[in-house]
């Protein structure tokens, strides 16, 4: 059998030891015994200080998309108005979810290969305002945009207009102030930058967003994707389903690694810049003009090849897993994940190798070394 392949993914990255460790612990029942309550309070407010905020956090036994569903579930009552801004996949993706629960999605759309046009948005709303909420992507990472939130929700708040943030592809890797930046709902998932296995979604709510939840004239049309079912939980001693106890043991491991990790902003801009410099001093060209999130790499496929062509070929004779993309970008790029665990100089520069090497193997000659190119931008840094 062959050895586990270096997951180089924009998600699920690889999950720290310790952390597959923690979910190994004994476990109790999470629905009776009083310390699991306790343990989970104590687990939402690292995550509050992670994601700078005094709002509620909760975390819920599903991945991003759960956090995602259930904010706009919470929320959207039907015939309700929502501003979705779209400059990629994720982005659009959220009107979806707004039909699914009767509302009318606005698409406000921006180039996809640059952050979000603050000034279209800003002549936007000074015509139309009539929203309840907008949703917004930190980083869309099918093409590895960010968007500007520290500008885009505080504009929105000027209006009254409640922001949802999906920041499942940025948290941990770039700077996120949820109280600052004014966000009512921020998404996250375990299974990006935190470096825990898929499974958990956490949100933070503002006091606004459940005053908007409370206030509805129909009921939340779910359950399971019901954020005021969760509210009052640990004063009631009860969870509206069974926690998923080992996840949570692990997760909490998760947030305390970032916690503790003080470099870690540092090093993903430094680990992203780093390789943009590297893809285009070879040759190859970058899927953005700007807007570039420091947790992940698109590039875009070069002329003549096919991605699952260069895919196989990194996995099968480097044992390194990369990614194309999908939806309209399906086929057009490569994505390299340097988020959480895999920001680390030595992964970088494997799977540039890998990527070089399978490169020429199919016929493409490269104008640089990308490893040794690469690895060369840390060597007064000590990494
Ligand atoms: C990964 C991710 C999610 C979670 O979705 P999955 O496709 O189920 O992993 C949500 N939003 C963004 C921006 C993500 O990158």
């Not at 059998?1 to 952390?19: C, D, F, Q, S, Y």
């Amino acid at each position: 059998m062959k050895n586990r392949p270096l997951i180089m993914t924009p998600g699920p990255t690889e999950v720290a030891e310790n952390v597959r460790l923690a979910r190994a612990k004994a476990t109790t029942n999470p629905d009776i015994d009083a310390e699991f309550y306790d343990f989970y309070k104590a687990t939402c407010s690292k995550f509050a200080q992670f994601l700078k905020t005094k709002n509620d956090v909760r975390i819920l036994a599903g991945e991003g998309i759960l956090g995602l569903e259930a904010a706009v579930a919470s929320l959207t009552e039907v015939g309700d108005r929502v501003l979705v801004l779209d400059n990629g996949i994720f982005g659009r993706g959220f009107a979806d979810f707004v039909k699914i629960y009767g509302g009318t999605p606005v698409l406000l759309s921006s180039s996809k290969t640059q952050a979000f046009n603050l000034e279209l948005l800003s002549d936007f709303l000074e015509k139309d305002h009539d929203f309840k909420y907008a949703t917004v992507v930190h980083c869309d990472t099918p093409s590895g945009v960010l968007n500007d939130l520290e500008h885009i929700c505080p504009l929105l708040k000027k209006y009254d207009i409640l922001t949802v943030v999906d920041s499942v592809a940025a948290m941990g890797g770039e700077p996120l102030e949820t109280d600052a930046w004014q966000i009512d709902i921020v998404c996250g998932g375990s299974q990006k930058v935190l470096s825990a296995p898929p499974g958990l979604t956490f949100l933070a709510i503002s006091t606004a967003a459940y005053q908007a939840m409370q206030s509805r004239k129909t009921p939340i049309a779910s359950f399971y994707c019901n954020l005021l079912v969760f509210k009052d939980y640990y004063e009631q001693q009860w969870f509206p389903y069974t926690m998923p106890i080992s996840d949570i043991y692990g997760l909490a491991q998760a947030i305390d690694n970032l916690l503790a990790d003080t470099e870690i902003l540092a090093r993903h801009a430094a680990i992203a810049q780093a390789t943009r410099k590297t893809v285009e001093q070879a040759g190859l060209q970058l899927y953005l003009e700007s807007g570039f999130s420091n947790t992940v790499t698109v590039i875009k496929v070069p002329e003549k090849l096919s991605d699952k062509t260069i895919l196989s070929e990194m996995l099968e004779h480097y044992n390194v897993m990369m990614t194309g993309s999908f939806d309209e970008l399906a086929g057009k790029v490569l994505r390299i994940g340097h988020m959480g665990e895999n920001a680390r100089p030595d992964k970088v520069a494997t799977t540039l190798f890998a990527l070089q090497k399978s490169l020429e193997h199919l016929g493409m000659q490269l104008q640089e070394q990308m490893a040794e190119y690469f690895l060369a931008q840390f060597k007064n840094e000590g990494c």
